[in-house]
């Protein structure tokens, strides 16, 4: 059984940044990408970025590109999302995923494990 706890999330004003963790236990992501995802009210959940479990494959949402940094720690066990500059528009909560297929995907049905979710709050 996988299990994916996110940590970091809080309040911060525009222009400000938070830097977001997710521990995966029960299976390392070894094998398998690694993604951010995030939903605000009244909105679907969206796709922010995605690592490859080798880390060579990276991907952001338009929204975010140049703003936000994903990584990952040697043991492979930990993702990482810097968000720097922040934008009102980037009040969410966010997630980590991890899939259980291959290459990077970017679509919410193509992961099978979820964390329960870090709030984000970017006051103007």
């Known amino acids: 059984q996988v299990q994916l706890v996110e940590s970091g999330g809080g309040l911060v004003q525009a222009g400000g940044s938070l830097r977001l963790s997710c521990a995966a236990s029960g299976r390392a992501f070894r094998s398998y990408a690694m993604a951010w995802f995030r939903q605000a009210p009244g909105k679907e959940r969206e796709f922010v970025a995605v690592?490859?479990?080798?880390?060579?494959?990276?991907f952001y949402a338009d929204s975010v590109k140049g703003r936000f940094t994903i990584s990952t720690d040697n043991a492979k066990t930990t993702v990482y999302l810097q968000m720097n500059n922040l934008k009102p528009e980037d009040t969410a909560v966010y997630y980590c995923?991890?899939?259980?297929?291959?290459?990077?995907?970017?679509?919410?049905?193509?992961?099978?494990?979820w964390g329960q979710g870090t709030q984000v709050t970017v006051s103007s």
């Open positions: 995923a991890q899939s259980s297929g291959l290459g990077v995907p970017q679509r919410v049905y193509d992961y099978d494990y």
């Open positions: 690592i490859s479990w080798s880390g060579g494959s990276i």
